[in-house]
Nanobody, 123 residues
Framework: QVQLVESGGGLVQAGGSLRLSCAAS????????MGWFRQAPGKEREFVAAINWSPGTTYYGNFVKGRFTISGDNAKNTVYLEMNSLKPEDTAVYYC????????????????WGQGTQVTVSS
């Protein structure tokens, strides 16, 4: 059974940084593209970033603008989201997900999701 477990969320001041982790069991992450999404209260879940391990291509939502970096550690079967220059509008629950098929920016293209980790950015 595939399980994805996020960690690393928390409360941070604007301009600060956080690194989110997504550890997997039951699936080798490097065999599938992995994505990060986020959902703020009252809003739809939106694409943040994704990584296609081979050939190592990364994708980012338009709002990221160089502030976030997605990466992975095959040995630890873990994918990371490094977030810098955080803004209050980045406040959301962040989810990692394992890709299945379709457009990499769409939630419907992912078939396994973690439970989410809360990120709160204070002004």
């Amino acid at each position: 059974q595939v399980q994805l477990v996020e960690s690393g969320g928390g409360l941070v001041q604007a301009g600060g940084s956080l690194r989110l982790s997504c550890a997997a069991s039951g699936r080798t992450l490097s065999n599938y593209p992995m994505g990060w999404f986020r959902q703020a209260p009252g809003k739809e879940r939106e694409f943040v970033a994704a990584i296609n391990w081979s050939p190592g291509t990364t994708y980012y939502g338009n709002f990221v603008k160089g502030r976030f970096t997605i990466s992975g550690d095959n040995a630890k079967n873990t994918v990371y989201l490094e977030m810098n220059s955080l803004k209050p509008e980045d406040t959301a629950v962040y989810y990692c997900a394992s890709y299945r098929s379709g457009g990499i920016y769409y939630t419907t293209s992912y078939d396994r999701w973690g439970q989410g980790t809360q990120v709160t950015v204070s002004s």
